[in-house]
């Protein structure tokens, strides 16, 4: 695996100081509040794009709602996707982030890529011995995926103690967490259906009545 940042590509490097060493509460996922609320905790991006794309024009709209940390936007990806195209996700992802750190947002690297582009791409950016990294994980998707994108951020880290959280996943995932002593986050959607208990016992409906 090379993260050498393709010629005609600069991509931007994180700043290892400001990655994250743990989740502040509340939990939530961009869009599922209002954006002029204050949300003190971390914010992740494992939702549809259109959700949060309008960040890229202007990056600002996370920093005035006062969280402390953020996983990185999750552009989509495909595997049937032109190199050019994932490379594109990766800068613009690798660019907000290095925005937010700046304004003292803390962050953990988003795994959550194609698979075909996984190895070659994911961590470019990304400076050796870096320990904060999540990934979702779609309800009918394999659990070796999750299990391959762990290899790779250890591998990257130099070390197994990593910060590693999974977000959604079926029951089977969870416990899988459990097990691999990562942190993991419920899918949005099943906290408000009362189908799995919010990560931190923080729901969206305390969040919402917390920041009147």
């Known amino acids: 695996m090379s993260n050498e940042i393709p010629a005609g590509w600069e991509i931007p490097a994180l700043d290892p100081n400001m990655q994250a060493t743990k989740l502040e509460l509340p939990v939530a996922t961009w869009g599922t509040i209002g954006r002029s609320r204050r949300m003190p905790g971390t914010y992740c ?11 890229w024009k202007d990056p600002s709209k996370l920093l005035a709602s006062g969280c402390k940390v953020a996983v990185e936007a999750n552009f989509s990806t495909f595997d049937d996707d032109d190199p050019e195209a ?25 795994l959550d890529i194609a698979p075909n582009y996984l190895a070659d791409y994911a961590l470019l950016g990304v400076p050796r011995g870096w320990k904060a990294y999540a990934t979702r994980s779609h309800r009918l998707s394999q ?68 920041t009147r």
């Open 143 to 210: 659990m070796d995926a999750v299990e391959n994108e762990y290899d790779l951020a250890v591998e990257h880290a130099g070390t197994d103690d990593i910060f590693f959280v999974v977000f959604g996943g079926s029951r089977k995932i969870h416990q899988h967490c459990l097990e691999r002593n990562w942190i993991h986050v419920p899918e949005h959607i099943e906290v408000v259906r009362g189908r799995a208990e919010p990560y931190g016992g923080v729901s969206v409906k305390d969040l919402l009545r917390s």
């Open 86 to 110: 994932v490379l594109t996700t990766i800068y613009r992802k690798r660019v907000l982030s290095t925005f937010w750190q700046k304004s003292g947002i803390r962050i953990l690297v988003d």
């Open 45 to 55: 991006f494992y939702t549809d794009d259109k959700n949060f794309t309008a960040l």
